[in-house]
Structures are given as structure tokens and as C-alpha cells.
């Protein structure tokens, strides 16, 4: 009996984020593109989130983030945008990100958007993205060319400057960045933040001083940043209660 009353206790401490998540795919342009849809609980509309991972592609740690943005309310969507293939090391990731397609990876991007907007258990106009490194970079293509995302995490992504791009996006921006990090120096971050903001756009980046590129994912052995890391996803859990909740 005792072992019975342990059992219990043990099944229901574990986390929503332990449910399963569906295998679904949508058209996108002449083919079909997939991905993993986690499911909150609950019955009605809820808001929903596209992931877009890292250029290691649909591994773990991007699932992982997927599940617990579904624990916490939302239906999530991580995109598969290698179709299939995780890279193993530094080489097949850059030859991976190199062989994706920019048009392509963002009209994955749109269609995943479109599959979610007629889900009965989606609320079309409370759908944001989040993406990290290549995925942060193409969730800000993706607020340029999808005028109904609501709002939008971009984590140490490559930004666009040029007015004509930004005047086309409709989304809430939060930006999380590492002021170490070579690839997107601090100089950038803030160029894209004046121009938003110019431009009447809501806009809300941070810069973590000591931290470089992927501080949030402890995979990143040699720059994982424990602190800056909890800190970007509270700001996010608190964006996106903001943005896609209220």
C-alpha cells in the first residue's frame, strides 16, 4: 500500500510538459513542410507560439522549450525546417543552416502560421514565434512577412535595419542579446531598436553585458549564462502573457 501511495504521488508530480506531442505536416508551396504540435490542457481557443531552432534543427533542447510553452498555455508549434535532419556537430549544423533556403524556411514559417490559424482550438489572432541563433534571426524575417504574428521573441538573431522591411512588421518585439557576442555586436541590437522605434514599432530588447552568442541553452558548454538565461526566459514568459494572453 505504501508503494501504491508513492506511485501516485510520483504520477502526479510529473510535469504537463511530459505529455506527447503530434507529428503534423502542412502545405507549403509545391510540398509539405512539418513539426511537433504540443498541446495545452484545456478545452476552448488558446493562443499559440512557432518555435524555430537553433541551426542544430529540431533537437531536444528545442522540444524541451516547445513542451513548456504548451504546459504553460499555449499551443505550440516547433517547426521542422531541416526536414528531418539534427546536426551532430559544429560542421553539419553550418552545412545544414547553409543548405536551407531563406524563402523557403520563412514560407515554412507562414504556412505553420496558416495550419495554426485554422485550428479550431487556436485563437487566429493570438499567435506569436520564438526563435534562438538562425531560429532568432528568421523569427524576425517572419515578423516581416507575416503582418498578423502578435508578437515575437527574437533571441540572438540576426536583425534587419532597413526601413522598408521593418515598416512591415506588426508584431510586439522582445529581444534578447549577448553583449559579447561577435556575430550581433550591441552596435547592431541598437540600430535595430532606434529604427523601430522610429518607425512607432513595439519594441523591448535587452543586452546582457557579459554574455555571448546561445547563452540560454546549457548545451553551450563554454558560454551557458545560468542567470542571463533564467532572466531572457522570464522576460519572455512575462512578453508573451503580455502580448498573447491579455
Known amino acids: 500500500m505504501k508503494h501504491l501511495f508513492t506511485l501516485v504521488l510520483l504520477l502526479f ?16 508551396g509545391n510540398g509539405n513542410a512539418s513539426g511537433l504540435l504540443y498541446l495545452p490542457s484545456g478545452s476552448g481557443s488558446h493562443p499559440a507560439i512557432i518555435v524555430i531552432h537553433e541551426w542544430w534543427g529540431l533537437n531536444d533542447w528545442v522540444k524541451e522549450q516547445a513542451s513548456n510553452l504548451a504546459s504553460e498555455g499555449y499551443v505550440a508549434l516547433a ?14 549544423a553550418h552545412e545544414l543552416s547553409r543548405g536551407l533556403p531563406p524563402d523557403r524556411g520563412v514560407r515554412d514559417l507562414v504556412s505553420a502560421f496558416d495550419y495554426l490559424a485554422k485550428r479550431k482550438d487556436v485563437d487566429p489572432k493570438r ?29 540572438y538573431g540576426p536583425l534587419p535595419t532597413d526601413k522598408t522591411s521593418l515598416e512591415k512588421i506588426h508584431a510586439s518585439i522582445l529581444g534578447n542579446f549577448g553583449g559579447q557576442d561577435r556575430g550581433i555586436p550591441p552596435s547592431s541590437v541598437n540600430a535595430f531598436v532606434d529604427a523601430m522605434k522610429s518607425l512607432g514599432k513595439q519594441v523591448n530588447a535587452k543586452i546582457y553585458p557579459d554574455a555571448g552568442h546561445a547563452f540560454e541553452n546549457p548545451n553551450n558548454t563554454q558560454g551557458y549564462k545560468p542567470e542571463d538565461a533564467k532572466d531572457a526566459q522570464e522576460r519572455m514568459r512575462l512578453f508573451f502573457a503580455r502580448t498573447l494572453k491579455s
Open 13 to 28: 508530480s510529473i510535469p504537463a510538459l511530459a505529455s506527447t506531442p503530434q507529428q503534423v505536416t502542412f502545405p507549403s
Open 79 to 92: 517547426v521542422d525546417l531541416y526536414r528531418g535532419q539534427v546536426a551532430s556537430d559544429p560542421e553539419m
Open 127 to 155: 499567435i506569436g514565434a520564438v526563435g534562438w541563433c538562425m531560429g532568432g534571426g528568421y523569427a524576425a524575417q517572419f515578423a516581416v512577412a507575416e503582418p498578423d504574428l502578435r508578437a515575437v521573441a527574437i533571441n
